[in-house]
């Protein structure tokens, strides 16, 4: 998925003399990282978490930092968002004897690393500290750990569900429905004309594609790697290796039919074909996918000459959307390819052309 402002400018649409974007039918992207910072903040600012039970006071203090980047994508009305973020949240503890006497006043930090739109469906991880590690210290921030993360969480949640909605442009996408409805026969005529030229033309390009289902695309990409094709085949195959490039825990056999689970299981499949150094076909099969969906994905070796070797894969029978209806399962699957697999494999052995 490429990152707000660097779309592909073919799917871009110029601006129209008018400024319409009829129903929404070309790639609309809005930055949502301000709304972002400011709806989290409006959520996880000031919450109070315990508040004497257990004579233990504790509160959300100040949203500190949002980084990362956020956006939404609006393709023929369709609601597409896109985000990887991070922040930081401080806090603020008490604990106080039987008789109401304050014992220690902490001050602590909420930090939640990695909060992204390909993992919509999971909490993501919150990390808590304190700055004073002492028995009292602990014991506050333990009682942070086993009431206030699930607080937070909660708010993380309304944040996540606020975005697949659209965020900011939300009401705007109503907005312009309303104003669609209200033109002129004449500038709906005109508006229905564009519609069925755009149709034409997007039939032509499935056509084209030969898709295999509907409701499921393939992602083709072709890759270059400075490296002989045997080792990058074995890089691979080999779980150890998968660990060391990917940071998440693999298991993968090296036998036709035997079974693969890489990035901490989510994502499990099984060998179909493997001819060493040149061919891998594999069942891959996403967690967060409908139930009883599988997809193939294979995998070229071609060695034009000595230390250079071109990867072409095929990863087909994708579903347009995860189980929860978010539209973003193609984009995070082919990112995940270039970023997660490709380029990292490029950094870690030192691949790069």
């Excluded at 996880?44 to 980047?69: P, R």
């Excluded at 442009?169 to 429905?177: I, L, M, T």
């Excluded at 997660?340 to 870690?348: E, G, K, N, P, S």
Aim: hydrophobic share 35%.
């Amino acid at each position: 998925m490429a990152k707000y402002g660097e779309g592909d400018k073919r799917w871009i649409v110029e601006d129209r003399p008018d400024g319409a974007n009829v129903h929404n039918w070309h790639w609309a992207e809005t930055d949502c990282l301000g709304w972002s910072r400011d709806l989290l903040t409006k959520l996880l600012n000031n919450l109070t978490v315990l508040d004497g039970e257990g004579n233990i006071h504790l509160k959300t203090k100040t949203v500190d930092k949002v980084d990362g980047e956020a956006y939404v994508n609006i393709r023929k009305g369709k609601i597409i968002p896109g985000y990887e973020i991070s922040l930081s949240l401080s806090w603020e503890g008490e604990a106080k004897d039987a008789d109401g006497k304050s014992l220690l006043k902490v001050d602590g930090v909420v930090e939640i690393p990695y909060i992204a739109d390909e993992n919509a469906d999971e909490d993501p991880e919150v990390k808590i500290s304190v700055k004073d590690e002492g028995p009292i210290g602990k014991r506050l921030k333990e009682a942070m750990l086993a009431k206030g993360k699930p607080l937070i969480l909660e708010k993380v949640r309304v944040y996540v569900e606020s975005i697949a909605k659209g965020g900011p442009v939300k009401d705007e996408v109503e907005a312009k429905k309303i104003a669609t409805k209200s033109n002129s026969t004449a500038a709906v005529a005109a508006a229905a004309e564009e519609v069925k030229k755009e149709v034409v033309v997007e039939k032509k390009e499935v056509k084209k594609k030969k898709e295999s289902k509907k409701g499921f695309k393939t992602i083709s990409m072709t890759e270059k790697f400075s490296c002989r094709a045997k080792d990058l085949f074995e890089i691979l195959m080999d779980e150890n290796r998968w660990k060391g490039f990917s940071q998440s825990n693999a298991k993968i056999s090296k036998e036709v039919g035997g079974q693969i689970s890489i990035f901490d299981g989510a994502v499990t499949g099984t060998n179909l074909e493997l001819q060493n150094g040149s061919l891998i076909v594999q069942k891959w099969r996403f967690g967060s996918w409908p139930d009883g969906i599988d997809s193939t994905v294979r995998l070229t070796l071609e060695e034009p000459e000595p230390g250079l070797t071109v990867v072409k894969l095929t990863h087909s029978d994708i579903p347009e959307e995860d189980r929860y209806g978010n539209a973003t399962v193609v984009e995070n699957t082919e990112r995940g390819w270039r970023d997660l697999i490709f380029q990292r494999i490029r950094a870690v052995f030192g691949f790069g052309i």
